[in-house]
């Protein structure tokens, strides 16, 4: 388990992480969710001794974190820290053994590595040739190379093409279900929502929502109603308990108490409109989100 314990950093005048405390398990994928300048990229490089903590810790395994813990430790930082000059292969190779990896062993992982992510055919291209995609899956391949106990990755999906995400989240979901700890920082809540077990959210430095994502959404007492429909629909205000966020000619998204007559709201829809479908649901994670960084 990664645990961040009351981690605190300033910058000049800026509290980049206010009393942090939160952890990542292993076995689950930790979304780490945050604005611009939330303090996600700040923590992420404490983990890895790149920003000195004014006060609290970040530990491993319950112990504070020095160089041979590290170097089980896969990183993909936020500034992508590759030579544009060399070629994939060796870049790979010298990354590898910038960690302390030699030899054989580590030259087959490379491999596999740039198989499965479909570089194999570009091993011997300059990384300046590649796209922004592939340049980021052999940034992923060099936080993979040593097989890490965690990886921690700094927006893994940025500027990734549909398919290149559903690759890398199933990568990523596979690595959590063989025991790994998996922290991942991302803008894109559905697929946060769609891929992590847990979430963590920081807001200016401290966290204000951190868990299981199934439990932090079930626990929000509003629920959601959409509704798709065909004709005119009705006045959807007029029913109690119920608060309109969106309408449009054949949708309407309501968001209702705990205490709403949801029959009571069938029966208005189904008066007024062909009913073409009807949902209750928890809030999404953009929508906690959103509550948890306005409250
Ligand atoms: N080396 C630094 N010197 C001065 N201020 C810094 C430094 N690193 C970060 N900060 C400030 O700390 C705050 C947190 O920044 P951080 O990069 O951790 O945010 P972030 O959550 O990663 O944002 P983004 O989503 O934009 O990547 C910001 O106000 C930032 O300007
Ligand atoms: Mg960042």
Redesign the pocket.
Known sequence: MLEFDRASKR??S?L?LDACTFTAQPGRLTGFL??????????MRAVFGLVELDAGTVRWRGAPIGMPERSRFGYMP?ERGLYPRMRVRDQLLYLARLCGRNGTEVGRSIDQWLERLGLADRQNDRVDALSHGNQQRVQLIAALVNEPDLLVLDEPFSGLDPLAVANMSALLAEIAAAGGTVLF?S?QLDLVEDTCEDVVIIHQGHVVIAGDLAELRAAVPQRFVDVRFRGTPPDWSAIPSVEVLETDDEHARLRVGPDVDLAGIVDAARSAVDLISFTYEPPTLSEVFREAVAA
């Open positions: 910058f000049g800026v980049a945050g604005q611009n300048g939330a303090g996600k990229t700040t923590a936020e920082s803008h």
